[in-house]
């Protein structure tokens, strides 16, 4: 019975919260490491109501995840918290360090917040249909400012 004793690295072997692979489930679904995802900054946690976004950095046996937002921050919480981002969703293909006003921005808020307005199907451009005018990632960049 050697191995039980592990040098105290294992101090989270008796409590849920162990790191896990599988998905847990989340407000509108299940979401696992390296999904991205967004959660609302809400005022009583002294944030302003904006949708954050960002990606599960890791998942835990527990119902919690850890996130890394696009701006850097990150949150480990209740991933029941957490709204997983569709492919209607800007924030799915792009980083978003602002937020947005609603979990489900319109094309005229995505252009707002910096980003370009997601087309029905622009998931996918790689059809063997070319852009016009090659404007694939060469936009991305020159948005800001």
Same mark, same amino acid.
Request: contains cysteine.
């Given at each position: 019975?050697?191995?039980? @004793? %592990?040098?105290?690295? =294992?101090?989270?072997?008796?409590?849920?919260?162990?790191?896990?692979?599988?998905?847990?489930?989340?407000?509108?679904?299940?979401?696992?490491?390296?999904?991205?995802?967004?959660? @609302?900054?809400?005022?009583?946690?002294?944030?302003?109501?904006?949708?954050?976004?960002?990606?599960?950095?890791?998942?835990?046996?527990?119902?919690?995840?850890?996130?890394?937002?696009?701006?850097?921050?990150?949150?480990?919480?209740?991933?029941?918290?957490?709204?997983?981002?569709?492919?209607? %969703?800007?924030?799915?293909?792009?980083?978003?360090?602002?937020?947005?006003?609603?979990?489900?921005?319109?094309?005229? @808020?995505?252009?707002?917040?910096?980003?370009?307005?997601?087309?029905?199907?622009?998931?996918?451009?790689?059809?063997? =249909?070319?852009? @016009?005018?090659?404007?694939?990632?060469?936009?991305?960049?020159?948005?800001?400012?």
């Amino acid at each position: 019975g050697a191995f039980a @004793q %592990h040098d105290g690295n =294992m101090c989270g072997f008796f409590s849920s919260n162990k790191a896990t692979s599988d998905a847990v489930a989340c407000r509108n679904g299940s979401i696992r490491k390296g999904d991205r995802v967004q959660t @609302q900054y809400e005022r009583e946690e002294g944030g302003d109501d904006k949708w954050y976004c960002g990606v599960v950095t890791e998942a835990y046996t527990n119902g919690k995840v850890k996130l890394q937002y696009d701006d850097g921050d990150d949150w480990t919480g209740k991933a029941v918290y957490v709204l997983k981002l569709g492919p209607e %969703h800007p924030g799915l293909g792009a980083k978003f360090p602002t937020g947005f006003v609603t979990p489900n921005p319109t094309p005229q @808020q995505t252009v707002a917040a910096g980003g370009m307005p997601v087309q029905m199907g622009a998931g996918a451009p790689q059809m063997g =249909m070319p852009m @016009q005018g090659g404007m694939q990632g060469g936009m991305q960049g020159g948005m800001q400012g």
